[in-house]
């Protein structure tokens, strides 16, 4: 009996290799999604931990943890929070060890006001390529004088001020508090400070959302001046109030 071999043609090594290398790429892209979907997951939770621990902790210690070599942050000339890194002198005794970013191992960022009464601590999320910041905070806001956010992407005040685009909000996919690689730069899509001071009906992320009275900011342990606070008013909208001290 003859047995006859039949070898593949050029073309058709051509094909299967070409066949093999999307099947990898495919691949690959799928698990490098995967494992990005299932890194932010981690930061995700990493954040919703912190901020119960430090609730805990205020609720015991009746403010919030001091942030150590930290840098002010201004409003106008006010200092009004402190920011440092969330690393290991920040004492915590709610929680045995503070979570480090799954990807790059450093300490998530973290800003409380200067009477330690509200706070801030923020990571990046990698978004599929696409990266966006990421913010668990009870830090809120009420006179339209003072900043909307305690939070910034750069470790300077002196890059602190009202047409600064370094301060990080929430959900946004600019001002990042860190970057993964080269590629992924603390970026902005030209947004300043003063830009959402004039804008807050689209901006209503970090306005007041509970005050209806003086009376009520005041109640809440939030500092009275003479100026004006954003209250809600009969139809849940809110409204510039002249408050006075009290």
Known sequence: MKITWNAFT???????????????????????????????????????????????YKQQKWIY?????????????????YQWKLNEKVTLSTLDDLPLDPDL???YLYSVTTNRKEMQVAGTLENWDNPQAIVAWDYKTVSVNVLPTIMVAAIADLDISLDSTKFIFNGSTHNLPYDFDSSFVPTSD?????????????????????????????????????????????????????????
Not at 43 to 56: E, F, G, H, T
Not at 207 to 227: F, G, H, L, M, V
Not at 231 to 238: D, E, F, V, Y
Request: negative net charge.
């Open 10 to 56: 050029i073309v058709e090594l051509i094909v299967v290799v070409a066949i093999i290398s999307i099947l990898w790429t495919v691949g690959f892209i799928s698990f490098s999604q995967n494992i990005s979907d299932a890194r932010d997951g981690q930061r995700k939770s990493d954040l919703a931990q912190l901020k119960s621990s430090m609730k805990l």
């Open 65 to 81: 943890p001091a942030p150590w070599d930290n840098f002010s942050i201004f409003s106008g000339a006010t200092a009004i929070a």
């Open 105 to 107: 191992e450093i300490p």
């Open 190 to 246: 030209g947004t300043s400070l003063a830009d959402l001071l004039t804008e807050a009906a689209t901006h209503d992320f970090w306005q007041n959302s509970s005050y209806r009275t003086c009376s009520e900011i005041k109640e809440s342990a939030k500092s009275i001046w003479d100026w004006e606070y954003q209250i809600l008013n009969s139809s849940w909208s809110l409204t510039n109030t002249n408050c006075t001290s009290m």
